[in-house]
C-alpha cells in the first residue's frame, strides 16, 4: 500500500510538472497578426519588436507592452479660423497617416498619444495659412493649403516615427450668412447672363425679322412694278385697238373710256371685300372727266415747258 501511494504520488507530481510545462510553453509563443507589431520588454525595459508572425517570449520575463497598427490611419480634424477678408470658416481636414518602416520603437515611446499631437500641428498650421488668403482663395487654392499642411506636419511628426501621408481639406463652410450672400451673388450673376442671352435672342429675332420684312417689301415692289407695266401695257394695246377699229375716236375719248372702266374695277372690289377702309373721292363717275382734263392738261404745260427750256427761252432752274 506504501508503494502504490507512492506511485500514485509520483505521478501526480509528473502531471503537474507536465502542465505547468505546458502551460509555459503555451505562454512563451506569440502569434502576431498582419499589419501589426508588438513591444516586447524584457522586465520593464525595451527589449525588441516582435513583427507579424510566430514569436517565442520568455514567459514572466518577457512582456507584451503594447499592439502598433502599422496600416493607414486617417484623422478627421474640423478647425474654425478667420480668411484675410474676415470671413470665419470651418474646414474640415483628414490627414492620412501610418507608423514609419523599422520606426515602431520611436512611435510607441516618443509620443503618449499620437492623434492629439497631430491634430495639434493641423491646427497650428491651418490657422498660419488661411489668415493670408480671402475667401474666394480659400476655395480656389484649398489643394495648396492642404499641400503645405502635409509638408509642415510631415517635418514636425517624423521625428516622432510617423509619416503624413497625405492631408485633404474635404469641406469648406463659411458661415449661413455669407454663404446666403454668395448665393444672391451667383443667382445675380447667372440672371443677368439670362437677360443677356435672351436681349441677343430678341435682337437676332428682330434682325431677322426686318431682313424679311424687307425682303418681302422688295418682292411686293417688283410684283406691283410689274403689274404697273401690265396695266401700261394693257392700256397701250386698249388704245391701239381703239383706234384700228374706230379711226373717229379721239385719244382722250378712249382715255376717258379706260379710266372709267378703271373706275368701275376698283368701286366693284371695294364693295367686294367688307374690310376694306379705302374711300375714292371724287366717288361720282363725272369726276373721271376732271381726273382726265388735270391729266391732259398737266402733261400739255409739262411739254411745253420741257420744249421752252432746251430752247433756250427760259433759265435752267426758274
Known amino acids: 500500500m506504501e508503494i502504490q501511494s507512492l506511485v500514485e504520488a509520483g505521478l501526480i507530481g509528473y502531471i503537474v510538472v507536465g502542465v505547468i510545462l505546458f ?18 520588454e524584457r522586465l520593464g525595459k525595451f527589449h525588441h519588436i516582435a513583427d507579424s508572425g510566430f514569436s517565442l517570449i520568455i ?9 502598433i497598427n502599422l496600416r493607414l490611419q486617417q484623422l478627421d480634424v474640423t478647425i474654425e479660423t478667420k480668411t484675410r477678408d474676415n470671413v470665419f470658416v470651418n474646414l474640415q481636414v483628414s490627414v ?10 520611436d512611435a510607441y515611446y516618443s509620443m503618449d498619444n499620437p492623434r492629439n499631437q497631430i491634430s495639434s500641428f493641423i491646427f497650428d498650421d491651418v490657422r498660419a495659412e488661411v489668415p493670408r488668403l480671402d475667401l474666394d482663395d480659400v476655395f480656389a487654392k484649398k489643394e495648396d493649403i492642404a499641400l503645405a499642411v502635409q509638408q509642415n ?18 469641406d469648406i463652410d463659411p458661415d449661413h450668412k455669407v454663404k446666403d450672400a454668395m448665393n444672391r451673388i451667383n443667382a445675380a450673376k447667372r ?9 441677343e435672342g430678341l435682337k437676332i429675332k428682330i434682325i431677322k425679322q426686318a431682313e424679311a420684312e424687307a425682303e418681302s417689301k422688295r418682292l411686293s415692289g417688283e410684283g406691283v412694278a410689274k403689274q404697273r407695266m401690265e396695266i401700261v401695257r394693257g392700256f397701250k394695246e386698249s388704245v391701239q385697238d381703239f383706234k384700228k377699229s374706230l379711226d373717229t375716236v379721239t385719244h382722250e375719248e378712249i382715255m376717258q373710256f379706260v379710266l372709267m372702266t378703271q373706275y368701275f374695277d376698283t368701286i366693284k372690289d371695294i364693295g367686294a371685300n367688307s374690310k376694306n ?5 371724287p366717288h361720282s363717275p363725272g369726276g373721271m372727266r376732271d381726273f382726265q382734263n ?19 427761252n427760259i433759265p435752267k432752274g426758274e
Not at 502551460?23 to 513591444?39: D, G, N, R, Y
Not at 440672371?191 to 436681349?199: H, I, K, M, Y
Open 153 to 170: 506636419i510631415h517635418e514636425s511628426m517624423k521625428e516622432y516615427g510617423y509619416d503624413i501621408i497625405k492631408a485633404l481639406i474635404t
Open 191 to 199: 440672371d443677368r447672363e439670362a437677360a443677356l442671352e435672351e436681349g
Open 59 to 67: 514567459p514572466f520575463v518577457d512582456g507584451k507592452a503594447s499592439t
Open 294 to 312: 388735270q391729266i391732259i392738261q398737266g402733261t400739255f404745260v409739262g411739254n411745253d415747258l420741257n420744249t421752252m427750256n432746251q430752247g433756250g
Open 277 to 281: 377702309s379705302s374711300i375714292l373721292m
Open 23 to 40: 502551460l509555459l510553453l503555451v505562454k512563451s509563443v506569440m502569434i502576431v497578426t498582419e499589419q501589426t507589431a508588438v513591444v516586447i
Open 96 to 105: 492620412q497617416f501610418k507608423v514609419g518602416k523599422g520606426r515602431v520603437k
